[in-house]
C-alpha cells in the first residue's frame, strides 16, 4: 500500500507493506486523516518527545532514525477482522477509533510510534474495542475530526465553566479552535478568544466566541463582557471587609457557619476559565501574572521546552492551574455524536485537503497561521497542494 513515510525529519510517499490485523484488530480503509500539531513537531523533535514519553512511562515513541507512519485523526471503512473479533459492523462500514493498538498487554500510540503505522496511509490497524461506527448522515470529513475535537471536549470538562463565568481561549490555533468550539456547544455564552491573526480571529468567531481581540491593540482581561468585581487581590480583602461589616451587623447570626458551608460546597467566588492553547515558553507566567484572582487556567497547548513561572503569583492569587491532555473512550464516543447530531459544527476548522503526495506540502502551509487550521488528507486524491 502507498503511505507518507517520515524518517530523519522527511516525508516520502512510499510502498509499504498492507498491515495485517491481530487478536481484537481491524483494518480500515482510510477515507480521510487530518494533520495534527503534534504531527508537525514530532516529525522534527520526535527525540524530544520520545525522551518525554519514555519519562513518563511509555518507551515506544517514535525516534528520528525510524521509518514512521504518522496520522492519528482519521475515518475509514472496514476492510478486515482479525482473530478473536465479535465482527460487531459489516466490512464497508465507516468508522473512526481512538488512535491506540494492543499488542498484548503493549499499548501503542498509533501514528507516533513504528510499531503503530498511522492514517497517512491507504489502510490503518485500529482496535476493535476502541472503534465507533459513524452516524448516518455525518460527512466522512467532519467524522475525522473527532479525535482532535475530543481532546477539546477534555479540555473543557476540566474547566468546569459555569453558567455565568466567562471562558478565555489564549491561542486560536485548531486546538483553540476545537475548544471554543465545544465551548459554545456546552452553553457557554461568553467566550474571548485571542489571537495575533487576524484569519484565526475570523475562525474563531465562525466557531462560537462572541468576544475577539488582537492581544497586540487590547488585552483580552479588558474585554470581558461580564465585568466582575475581582480584579486583583485588594478587591478581594476589600470584599472580605464589606461581607464581614454586613454579616456581623445581624445580632447573634452565626456567620461562621455561612463560611463553612460555602467551603463544603466549594462555592467560594470564582474567577473566570482560561484555556492556554499556544504552548510555548512564558505563556503560564504571562497568565498567571495577568488572571484576575481566583481564575482556573486550564493548560492545553503542549510546551515541549523547559518553562518557568512564579508560584508565589498563584499562591497570592490562589489561581488554579491544571493540565489536560487527551481523553477518554466515553468522551470520544460523545464527541462523535455531539458532530453527528449538529450540537457541535467543525467546518470552519477545515481549511483544505491534500492527497498523500500533498502531505509534504500542507507541512509546510500550516507553519504559518494566516491561511490554514485543519487540512486533510485523502489518500485517494492526487492533490498536491492546498
Same mark, same amino acid.
Given at each position: 500500500?502507498?503511505?507518507?513515510?517520515?524518517? $530523519?525529519?522527511?516525508?516520502?510517499?512510499?510502498?509499504?507493506? @498492507?498491515?495485517?490485523?491481530?487478536p481484537g484488530q481491524l483494518l480500515i480503509s482510510v477515507s480521510r486523516c487530518g494533520i495534527c500539531g503534534s504531527d508537525l513537531h514530532a516529525r522534527l523533535h520526535c527525540d524530544e518527545l520520545a525522551d518525554l514519553a519514555a519519562a513518563t512511562g511509555y518507551p515506544n515513541f517514535m525516534r528520528s532514525r525510524q521509518r514512521v507512519v504518522l496520522g492519528h485523526e482519521f475515518c475509514g471503512e472496514i476492510v478486515e477482522y482479525g482473530p478473536d473479533c465479535r465482527k460487531r459492523w459489516r466490512p464497508g462500514t465507516r468508522v473512526v477509533a481512538l488512535p491506540i493498538l494492543r499488542t498484548g498487554r503493549d499499548p501503542e500510540l498509533t501514528g507516533l510510534s513504528e510499531r503503530a503505522p498511522g492514517g497517512y496511509a491507504e489502510r490503518v490497524l485500529v482496535q476493535e474495542s476502541m472503534t465507533?461506527?459513524?452516524?448516518?448522515?455525518?460527512? #466522512?470529513?467532519?467524522?475525522a475530526l473527532t479525535e482532535p475535537m475530543a481532546v477539546a471536549w477534555h479540555a473543557v470538562r476540566k474547566g468546569r465553566v459555569g453558567p455565568k463565568r466567562t471562558a478565555f481561549v489564549v491561542g486560536c490555533g485548531p486546538i483553540g479552535l476545537a475548544v471554543i468550539s465545544m465551548l459554545h456547544a456546552a452553553g457557554v455564552r461568553n467566550i474571548v478568544a485571542s489571537d495575533f491573526s487576524s484569519r484565526r480571529r475570523e475562525l474563531a468567531r465562525q466557531c462560537g466566541a462572541?468576544?475577539?481581540?488582537?492581544?497586540?491593540? $487590547?488585552?483580552?482581561?479588558?474585554?470581558?463582557?461580564?465585568?466582575?468585581?475581582?480584579?486583583?487581590?485588594?478587591? %478581594?480583602?476589600?470584599?472580605?471587609f464589606d461581607t464581614m461589616a454586613r454579616l456581623r451587623a445581624i445580632p447573634r447570626l452565626?456567620?461562621?457557619?455561612?463560611?463553612?458551608?460555602?467551603? @463544603?460546597?466549594?462555592?467560594?467566588?470564582?474567577? &473566570?476559565?482560561?484555556? $492556554?492553547?499556544?504552548?510555548?515558553?512564558?505563556?503560564? $507566567?504571562?497568565?498567571? @501574572?495577568?488572571? &484576575?484572582?481566583? #481564575?482556573?487556567?486550564?493548560?492545553?497547548? %503542549?510546551?515541549?521546552? #523547559?518553562?518557568?513561572?512564579?508560584?508565589?503569583?498563584?499562591?497570592n492569587k490562589e489561581l488554579e492551574l491544571r493540565f489536560a491532555f487527551g481523553y477518554d473512550p466515553g468522551e470520544f464516543r460523545d464527541t462523535l455524536h455531539m458532530i453527528a447530531d449538529g450540537k457541535v459544527a467543525p467546518e470552519p476548522l477545515i481549511t483544505g485537503t491534500v492527497g498523500l503526495g500533498g502531505v509534504d506540502n500542507a507541512f509546510t502551509a500550516l507553519g504559518s497561521p494566516d491561511h490554514h487550521a485543519k487540512i486533510l488528507v485523502d489518500p485517494g486524491s492526487s492533490a498536491v497542494e492546498v
Open positions: 500500500m502507498k503511505a507518507v513515510v517520515c524518517s $530523519e525529519g522527511k516525508l516520502d510517499v512510499a510502498d509499504i507493506p @498492507t498491515p495485517r490485523p491481530g465507533f461506527p459513524v452516524p448516518d448522515g455525518l460527512s #466522512t470529513e467532519h467524522a462572541n468576544v475577539v481581540v488582537d492581544p497586540d491593540l $487590547e488585552s483580552p482581561w479588558s474585554a470581558d463582557p461580564v465585568r466582575g468585581r475581582i480584579s486583583g487581590v485588594t478587591d %478581594v480583602l476589600n470584599l472580605g452565626p456567620w461562621w457557619y455561612l463560611f463553612r458551608l460555602l467551603h @463544603t460546597l466549594d462555592a467560594a467566588p470564582t474567577g &473566570p476559565v482560561v484555556f $492556554e492553547c499556544v504552548g510555548v515558553p512564558g505563556m503560564i $507566567e504571562q497568565l498567571l @501574572t495577568a488572571a &484576575p484572582p481566583s #481564575t482556573r487556567i486550564v493548560v492545553v497547548g %503542549v510546551c515541549m521546552q #523547559t518553562d518557568t513561572f512564579r508560584p508565589a503569583m498563584a499562591i
